[in-house]
């Protein structure tokens, strides 16, 4: 039987009194320490600096739970075949086929995880940005514009059956692509690159959106971060873009 005193429990009482009126505060979220070779790069803004587009609590979520997780199921596969850590990630994404059969469905899931969410804290960033001028303009030259080359890519995004990604791939001349790929598949599974791309898993947005995967789509524009795209789009070219 548990032994509560009077003092214990007014001391757990006033706990959780304090825990109650305490502000909710959002900080930068930076990983623990990796158990293995694989890391989360820290989160480059704080949770909340994406709202009213995706909300903290999504943000806290899906890097601190769904990413984290990715990367510690790597750890783990690592353990035993510490190859998988001895190349860079866009390598042995591209030798998926070399991997013993034992672990390559769950390097597939994992790492294509830990790269496509990689990619994707990197390129969205706080509203405010517009395409910059040689992105706008491959934009322009191969997708239409920028107006239909977004619809284009929400329509893709929105007929992902279940869960997957939409991506804008970029070729080493600096042509650029929409392609959608299933669950964490990733265009660097093609030996291609990922120029930016959205996360159109529900787990992405099913907080604050729920079943409205066009809002989220639609949305989500404003908080892609331009410049980066631009710095991507540039390294690309010099055959320099990793994951
Ligand atoms: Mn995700």
């Known amino acids: ?27 930068a979220q930076t990983a623990p320490p990796p158990a293995g070779p694989f890391r989360q790069d820290p989160l480059p803004y704080a949770p909340n600096a994406l709202e009213p587009s995706i ?43 070399e991997l013993p059969d034992a672990i390559r469905t769950n390097v597939r899931n994992n790492l294509g ?26 934009i322009e030259r191969d997708l239409g514009g920028l107006e239909k080359f977004q619809a284009d890519f929400d329509a893709a995004g929105l007929r992902v059956f279940g869960s997957g990604w939409v991506f804008v791939t970029v070729s080493r001349d600096g042509k650029l692509a929409i392609e959608t790929r299933p669950n964490q598949d990733s265009p660097l599974m093609d030996g291609k690159r990922a120029l930016f791309g959205n ?45």
């Open 1 to 27: 039987m548990p032994c509560l005193t009077r003092r214990t429990l007014i001391e757990a009482t006033a706990g959780i009194a304090v825990a109650a009126l305490a502000p909710r505060i959002v900080l």
């Open 55 to 97: 909300d903290a609590r999504t943000m806290e979520i899906h890097y601190g739970k769904h990413h984290a997780a990715y990367v510690a199921n790597l750890n783990a596969v690592a353990k035993d075949n510490p190859q998988i850590a001895q190349m860079p990630v866009e390598q042995v994404l591209a030798k998926l086929g």
């Open 113 to 138: 995880g830990h790269a496509n969410h990689s990619m994707f804290w990197q390129v969205m960033g706080p509203p405010g940005h517009r395409p910059e001028a040689e992105v706008a303009a491959a």
């Open 199 to 243: 996360d159109v898993w529900e787990h992405a947005y099913y907080l604050q959106y729920q079943n409205r995967r066009a809002d989220y789509l639609k949305a989500w524009w404003n908080v892609v971060n331009w410049p980066k795209v631009a710095e991507r789009y540039a390294a690309a070219k010099a055959g320099a873009l990793g994951i």
